[in-house]
């Protein structure tokens, strides 16, 4: 324990002089999968995943708080067994909360990418993805609550074959009952060519029902420029129990490259720390900006389906 106050204390300040430590917390899940469907799933279908997340956590002398996150994953490490995830929060009283992505973490971009009710994966899952913005290693994430409003934050130094850091910002506003209004916006410098991104979305709550209409415009200095929309409703069957339906377009700016159309349908039942989950997609035009070139051609149509069941502990 005294290791790990003396890391803590010389990652955030030399002045704070003693943290009040938690024991480390530890909670893990597994699950098993089933993939198929006509698009272009090769050998064995079945597939598992599983992880462990260790947290340890404390309060400083000042109040603030400091927390450590890591996930120890065997699914994405090139040896079959690696840390993964890693993370270190400090919270700042009434000033919100500043995380230190090591690995695994999310820009702003990356988060609103799409933001419509599902049961389960979006319409798109298996498919090309809207544009992901600047998600990377070793990123500063900041997130605010204000009266009805959360502001986010994330930024990563120039690195690579960039000379500009990149930027993003985002809020989510949730001062009308039931409705809930989103937007972000961010520069994406991870190359030599930025990406300008602008993300909007609404989701409207009645009852049990959740609708939802989202718009994504990414900008490219080339010509990468992608445009996304999307639209989607879930359904709480019950408290166990949820349906959903999601449709969504990538248009593409390169020359002879059709839009990818995507359709999905998604439900999960869960039995206490067991949920059963699974999506059925149809994908017109499955394929990535540009792809029109050799090797790289785009299916007409594939139909996709998975299903799910996953352990909670």
């Known amino acids: 324990m005294n290791n790990m106050k003396k890391i803590g204390l010389t990652a955030l300040a030399a002045s704070l002089v003693s943290v009040s430590a938690n024991a480390v917390d530890i909670s893990g899940g597994a699950s098993l999968s089933y993939n198929g469907g006509n698009g272009g799933q090769t050998g064995n279908p079945w597939s598992m995943n599983d992880g462990l997340t260790f947290t340890w956590g404390g309060e400083l002398d000042n109040g603030m708080t400091v927390d450590m996150n890591f996930l120890l994953d065997s699914g994405d490490s090139a040896v079959g067994a690696g840390i993964d995830n890693r993370s ?12 230190f992505w090591g690995d695994g973490g999310s820009g702003v971009v990356g988060s609103f990418d799409d933001k419509m009710p599902t049961a389960y994966e979006e319409s798109w899952y298996t498919a090309d993805s809207p544009n992901q913005g600047h998600s990377t290693n070793n990123m500063f994430y900041y997130t605010h609550a ?45 190359s030599s060519t930025a990406v300008d991104n602008t993300i909007m979305y609404a989701k409207y ?14 900008d490219s200095a080339t010509t990468g420029d992608e445009d996304f929309t999307a639209a989607g409703i879930s359904y709480a069957v019950s408290e166990d129990m949820s349906v959903s339906v999601g449709k969504s377009k990538i248009n593409y700016e390169a020359v002879g490259t059709k839009a990818q159309e995507a359709t999905g349908f998604s439900a999960s039942y869960t ?13 017109k035009n499955e394929g990535t ?4 070139g050799a090797g ?12 799910n069941l996953s352990f909670a502990f």
């Open 271 to 283: 039995m206490g720390s067991m949920t059963l989950a699974g999506t059925l997609n149809k994908i």
């Open 146 to 190: 204000v009266d009805a409003a959360t502001v986010h934050a994330s930024f990563t130094p120039a690195s690579g074959g960039s000379d500009a850091s990149s930027l993003e910002l985002g809020a989510v506003v949730t001062a009308v009952e039931n409705l809930e209004i989103g937007f972000a916006i961010g520069e994406d410098n991870a």
């Open 289 to 292: 900006a540009g792809s029109t």
């Open 205 to 218: 709550t009645m009852g049990g029902a959740t609708i939802g209409v989202q718009m994504n415009e990414a």
């Open 88 to 99: 270190l929060a400090l919270g700042l009283n009434n000033g919100g909360t500043l995380t």
């Open 296 to 307: 790289n051609s785009k299916t007409d149509s594939s139909d996709t389906f998975e299903l």
